[in-house]
């Protein structure tokens, strides 16, 4: 079904840019004919109902990062992430990218030179610049029955710089050394968070009722305004660690301003399979809403200590109001709104999501706060802000 999508989307696109492909050359540095306005890669129109799997490559500093996408069933998955599922939007629009490119004017062939346009790559030396990015189509995937030969991607297409007005892209074949200006351009992103559902929740504003962190309870009171405000239960103590937060009047006036409005916009960065590791109780929280409660189990990665991996125990509750009135009002993504808990706990069970370090750095505030037990002339009524990723 969605091959036949994809293959109506690309239909159209070739429309659009109309002409014929005068002649494709096949041989290592010799070069495509193509006249301008005539499509750079017509062919896309023909093999993308048999696509499928995607590699997109750029290069950087020191390293190559590479996205594998693959077709799978009805559905499209992220292989380099565990096999998460893709965003099909993203496909097509990736495929009808490539073939709406337009050939806008030839440029140099000199191997020598393409580096000036972002396209100096080669199977030994990927480009280092971060400039361009190496795009490839395959019609059969390595571990199938029929790959042998066929293995081979049908697109290979290196993409560099691009330009404004009118909006352009460099462009060369893997194979060739001649580089083409074409019109339209096509963004290889291979952040995970561009093929992936990147939204995990975004709960409105009075849904969370309480709070449990670190050993810190705060508790959510509901005003003759609708209004919810938050405090900290009498019961907050450290935990038992040595080292572990001493909760001060200053960190429950930051944890108070900011875990209750944690879930209002979760994101990931990265996604895998649960490697099952023991959580962090100085990162975990639990959460209790009007409609659910929502337990949020952090590890630290052992190989990357800086980085922080959630996994999610989520439950309804009996006899909890409807979200139809909330949920009726979400009109894009970011828009608050109640999932379907059981739901919820099914789609992500199995899951850890990499968090954003601007998501992270909210959650530790409180807790990282300097210690005024330690001389550093911390005022414990004026509670010191720390800088956010986003800063």
Same mark, same amino acid.
């Not at 490539?98 to 030839?106: A, N, Q």
């Given at each position: 079904m969605k091959s036949k999508?994809?293959?109506?989307?690309?239909?159209?696109?070739?429309?659009?840019v109309g002409g014929a492909y005068l002649a494709l050359s096949k041989g290592g540095s010799k070069s495509s004919e193509i006249a301008r306005g005539e499509p750079f890669l017509p062919q896309v129109a023909e093999v993308a109902p048999k696509v499928v799997r995607i590699e997109l490559e750029?290069?950087?500093?020191?390293?190559?990062?590479?996205?594998?996408?693959?077709?799978?069933?009805?559905?499209?998955?992220?292989?380099?992430?565990?096999?998460?599922?893709?965003?099909? !939007?993203?496909?097509?629009?990736? *495929?009808? #990218?490539?073939?709406?490119?337009? $050939? +806008?004017? =030839?440029?140099?062939?000199?191997? /020598?030179?393409?580096?000036?346009?972002?396209?100096?790559?080669?199977?030994?030396?990927?480009d280092?610049?971060?400039?361009?990015?190496?795009?490839?189509?395959?019609?059969?995937?390595?571990?199938?029955?029929?790959?042998?030969?066929?293995?081979?991607?049908?697109?290979?297409?290196?993409?560099?710089?691009?330009?404004?007005?009118?909006?352009?892209?460099?462009?060369?074949?893997?194979? !060739?050394?001649?580089?083409?200006? *074409?019109? #339209?351009?096509?963004?290889?992103? $291979? +952040?995970? =968070?561009?093929?992936?559902?990147? /939204?995990?929740?975004?709960?409105?504003?009075?849904?969370?009722?309480?709070?449990?962190?670190?050993?810190l309870t705060l508790v959510g009171t509901e005003g003759a305004d609708g209004r919810v405000t938050y405090a900290a239960a009498e019961n907050a103590t450290p935990l038992a660690a040595p080292g572990t937060v001493q909760w001060t009047d200053a960190r429950k006036e930051v944890a108070t301003r900011t875990l209750p409005n944690w879930l209002s916009r979760l994101e990931l960065d990265d996604v895998r399979r649960a490697k099952g590791g023991a959580p962090d109780p100085a990162l975990s929280a639990t959460f209790d809403m009007v409609r659910g409660t929502l337990k949020v189990n952090a590890v630290r990665d052992a190989s990357d200590p800086s980085a922080v991996w959630i996994s999610f125990e989520a439950a309804p509750k009996e006899g909890a109001p409807s979200a139809d009135e909330i949920n009726a009002k979400k009109k894009y993504p970011g828009d608050p709104y109640i999932?379907?808990?059981?739901?919820?706990?099914?789609?992500?069970?199995?899951?850890?999501?990499?968090?954003?370090?601007?998501?992270?750095?909210?959650?530790?505030?409180?807790?990282?706060?300097?210690?005024?037990?330690?001389?550093?002339?911390?005022?414990?009524?004026?509670?010191?802000?720390?800088?956010?990723?986003?800063?």
């Open positions: 999508q994809l293959a109506v989307i690309v239909a159209l696109a070739v429309i659009s750029r290069g950087g500093a020191g390293e190559t990062t590479r996205r594998e996408l693959r077709k799978e069933g009805d559905g499209w998955i992220l292989v380099t992430s565990d096999g998460y599922p893709v965003r099909f !939007e993203e496909v097509k629009g990736l *495929v009808a #990218g490539l073939t709406s490119l337009k $050939i +806008d004017d =030839r440029m140099t062939a000199k191997k /020598e030179r393409h580096g000036e346009l972002g396209l100096a790559w080669t199977a030994e030396t990927p280092s610049s971060g400039r361009g990015a190496r795009v490839r189509l395959y019609t059969s995937n390595p571990d199938s029955a029929e790959a042998g030969s066929a293995a081979a991607p049908v697109i290979d297409v290196v993409l560099g710089e691009e330009r404004a007005n009118p909006r352009a892209q460099f462009v060369r074949r893997f194979s !060739e050394d001649q580089c083409w200006r *074409v019109l #339209g351009s096509v963004l290889v992103d $291979i +952040d995970p =968070r561009r093929w992936v559902e990147a /939204e995990l929740l975004a709960i409105p504003d009075g849904e969370v009722r309480g709070v449990t962190f670190n050993g999932p379907d808990w059981k739901a919820f706990a099914a789609k992500h069970a199995g899951w850890e999501y990499k968090l954003p370090g601007w998501k992270l750095n909210a959650l530790e505030e409180a807790a990282t706060l300097p210690d005024e037990a330690t001389g550093d002339g911390a005022d414990p009524n004026q509670p010191t802000r720390i800088p956010s990723a986003r800063d």
